[in-house]
């Protein structure tokens, strides 16, 4: 049995990250923080990944930073900790390639935030999600990037403050998961969509993903002209060539990165 904290696989042009720190509810160290970004940033490294899948052993996909963490440490060692913790915030964000988080039982804390992270999120219908920090004396700040992103002011302080949970139907309504799925079937359909994007041009979804990101700190008529000339770089690419005459022809493209 593999002890690491992060296992990494690959099924195709699928690569796989599993959180494996079961038994203690897949919470966060430094080591599995480190091993976390590292391996996001060898699959996006790797030319033969076109999607990653973040998925977990156990029952649980993570139920936040391990409590035993937050002792012995001054002002300094907490801020250097804690930017490790977040560091998923900033490299997922960064990514060329699209992250599918596969999330179930007690997404939780930093655990949420890492499914808040992440580009596109399957949840079991088991999944019970939250910003709970706030109930032992802490605070989910770095989870509250990504959410505030997604639900907006509000509903960020709400879950932030309350430290309350709520089912994968409720984040399906508020737009944090993109689809529910019965426990036994998240895996396949995590795969499933993870192999559908996967023949998509990995250069257009490169554009695509940058540039949405992008238009998070533009006004709209600085992110309507900066999309306009992401289009028109994705447009004059051998592979968008490609794309339009294969579909023209009615034939797979051929993807050549270029």
């Known amino acids: 049995m593999d002890t690491s904290e992060i296992l990494t696989d690959r099924s ?10 079961s038994e203690e509810m897949n919470t966060f160290t430094q080591n599995f923080a480190e091993k976390l970004s590292s391996a996001l940033i060898d699959f996006d490294d790797d030319e033969e990944i076109r999607v990653v899948i973040i998925k977990a052993e156990g029952k649980n996909f993570s139920a ?6 937050f002792k012995d440490k001054d002002h300094r060692e907490y801020r250097e900790f804690l930017r490790m913790m977040d560091l998923h915030n900033h490299t997922i964000a960064k990514m060329k390639k699209p992250v599918i988080g596969a999330v179930k039982g007690y997404t939780l804390a930093n655990g949420a935030g890492l499914a808040f992270a992440c580009d596109l999120v399957i949840a079991a ?3 019970k999600l939250g910003t709970t920090a706030i109930n032992v004396g802490l605070i989910c700040l770095g989870p509250a990037v990504p959410l505030n992103k997604i639900v907006g002011r509000r509903k960020t302080l709400e879950m932030v403050l309350t430290g309350d949970m709520m089912t994968a139907g409720e984040a399906l309504a508020l737009g944090l998961v993109n689809r529910v799925v019965p426990a036994d079937e998240l895996e396949d359909a ?4 993870a192999l559908k994007l996967a023949k998509k041009s990995p250069l257009a979804m490169e554009v695509g993903k940058r540039g949405i ?3 998070e700190d533009l006004s709209y008529h600085q992110g309507a002209d900066l999309m306009t000339e992401y289009f028109a770089n994705l447009c004059s690419t051998e592979d968008a060539e490609e794309g ?3 579909f023209l022809e009615k034939r797979k493209p051929n993807w050549k990165m270029k």
């Open 12 to 21: 195709g042009s699928v690569g796989l990250i599993i959180l494996n720190r």
């Open 213 to 215: 990101y992008a238009l």
């Open 244 to 246: 339009v005459a294969a």
């Open 190 to 193: 995590a795969m499933e969509l």
């Open 64 to 69: 936040g930073i391990s409590l035993d963490s």
């Open 125 to 127: 219908e088991d999944t």
